[in-house]
C-alpha cells in the first residue's frame, strides 16, 4: 500500500511543464477542473486512473495530471480508454474519490481532446478534535465544459498539434448555444 501511494505522488505531482505534441496520433488528452471552497488550500495535483479492461487498478493504471493552484487540469498523450479521476492534492491534505468513483468516469477517444468534467468539492473544517466534512459533485454543463476548455486552449495547447483539436472543440461548444 505504501509503494502504491508513493506512486500516486511520484506520477501525480509534476506542474506545467512546456505541453510537447502527441506522441502518437491515437493518443488523447484530458482536461477539466477541481474547485475547492471553503478552505484557502490551494490544489497541487489531480490523479487519474485508467479503468477499463486493459489495465485495472493499481499503480501502473495511475496517469499524472499537469494542474493549476486553482484546479485546472490536464493530462497528454493519455492512450483512448476510460478513466476516472481518481483524488486530489492540495497543499495539506489528500482527497480520494473511490466511493464517488463511479460519477468520476470519462472517455478518453482516440486523436481528441476530451473533459473529464468539472467538480465542485465544499471543504468544511469542523475544528482540531472533528472530522471535516466535504461535500463532492459534478458539474458537467456545458457552461462548465467551456470555462476549462477556453483556459486549455488559451493557456496551454496554444502553438501545439493540440491546439486545433481543442479550437475545433471550442467551435461546436459556442454554435450549440447551449453554454449560457
Avoid at 465542485?120 to 456545458?142: E, I, K
Wanted: charged share 20%.
Amino acid at each position: 500500500m505504501l509503494v502504491w501511494m508513493a506512486a500516486l505522488v511520484l506520477v501525480g505531482g509534476c506542474r506545467f511543464a512546456p505541453l510537447r505534441n502527441r506522441d502518437d496520433p491515437t493518443q488523447g488528452l484530458a482536461f477539466g477542473r477541481i474547485a475547492v471552497t471553503g478552505t484557502p488550500l490551494r490544489m497541487t495535483h489531480v490523479v487519474l486512473q485508467r479503468i477499463d479492461a486493459v489495465t485495472i487498478g493499481g499503480p501502473e493504471g495511475i496517469r499524472r495530471t499537469h494542474t493549476s493552484e486553482d484546479g485546472y487540469f490536464y493530462s497528454h498523450n493519455l492512450d483512448p480508454g476510460r478513466y476516472a479521476v481518481f483524488g486530489f492534492y492540495t497543499g495539506a491534505g489528500n482527497f480520494h474519490l473511490n466511493s464517488a468513483r463511479r460519477c468520476c468516469v470519462f472517455e478518453v477517444r482516440s486523436g481528441d481532446v476530451s473533459y473529464a468534467g468539472t467538480y465542485q468539492v465544499q471543504h468544511v473544517d469542523r475544528g482540531l478534535f472533528a472530522l471535516d466534512d466535504n461535500s463532492f459533485t459534478r458539474d458537467d454543463s456545458p457552461a462548465s465544459e467551456l470555462d476549462v476548455l477556453d483556459w486549455l486552449a488559451t493557456k496551454v495547447v496554444a502553438g501545439t498539434d493540440w491546439a486545433p483539436l481543442a479550437q475545433a472543440r471550442l467551435a461546436r461548444l459556442r454554435s450549440s448555444g447551449l453554454h449560457d
